[in-house]
């Protein structure tokens, strides 16, 4: 069973505009988040993550938003950039360092 | 970017062969992972070490074994490849000075015929 889901295999934006992806998790022992972006032919790339223990972390145009409660996360892109275009993965860490991951969202941005 | 190298990059073999990869580091991060990706499965761990000689099984193991008997290199092999063994294979590292964020090497592809 999936224990991370990105529900939206797809997200098309207009440039300027605000990208928002989702990731749904079900397991509550996962004790920290990151963000991943992915171009063809190239390995996943670090994006953003945040602790469990936080509600919100930013870093120049991304935000990433956790509601425990919900087991729900979300990346904000704002503004969004023709370069964001990109496969974007969610991850979540178990205890003994082992991750999980999304099965990914392709955002496009339209310039 | 993070010093870490997969070998070969593409790889074609015949069912029931062996089959290594190799994942090679020069940031003496302490673990290192080996992930599959499938379209519609994202990426799935295989294996993960988290030191010399101390290895974990992730969530599709099966059919898999790693070794790390030095801190840079983490060998993953195959062996017997099956068709289902055919994936883009991704080496991580992890434990830097942010120990949670992963650093993915370029992928290896591999095709079992």
């Known amino acids: 069973d999936q224990q991370v889901k990105q529900n939206s295999p797809s997200l098309s934006v207009q440039e300027g505009r605000i990208s928002i992806l989702n990731c749904d998790y079900t397991?509550?022992?996962?004790?920290?988040f990151l963000w991943y972006k992915k171009y063809p032919a190239e390995g996943p790339t670090f994006l953003i993550s945040?602790?469990?223990?936080?509600d919100k972390n930013e870093d120049g145009r991304f935000t990433v938003f956790l509601n425990k409660s919900a087991k729900h996360l979300s990346l904000h892109i704002v503004p969004s950039q023709p370069g964001d275009s990109a496969v974007y993965f969610c991850?979540?860490?178990?205890?003994?360092?082992?991750?999980?991951f999304g099965t990914g969202t392709s955002l496009t941005v339209i310039p | 970017d993070a010093g870490i190298t997969q070998s070969p990059r593409h790889k074609v073999t015949e069912t029931g062969t062996p089959v290594t990869l190799r994942c090679h580091q020069t940031?003496?991060?302490?673990?290192m992972y080996w992930y599959r990706q499938d379209p519609g499965h994202g990426l799935r761990l295989i294996h993960y070490?988290?030191?010399?000689?101390?290895?974990d099984k992730g969530e599709v193991s099966d059919g898999y074994s790693v070794s790390r008997s030095k801190t840079e290199d983490f060998l993953l092999t195959l062996e017997s490849a099956t068709s289902s063994q055919t994936s883009v294979y991704f080496c991580?590292?992890?434990?830097?000075?942010?120990?949670?964020?992963?650093?993915f090497g370029p992928g290896t592809r591999l095709t079992v015929t």
């Open positions: 991580a590292i992890s434990g830097g000075t942010t120990i949670y964020e992963q650093y």
């Open positions: 397991n509550s022992m996962f004790d920290y």
């Open positions: 945040i602790s469990s223990i936080k």
């Open positions: 991850a979540a860490k178990a205890t003994g360092n082992q991750f999980y």
């Open positions: 940031e003496n991060h302490r673990y």
């Open positions: 070490s988290y030191g010399v000689k101390d290895t």
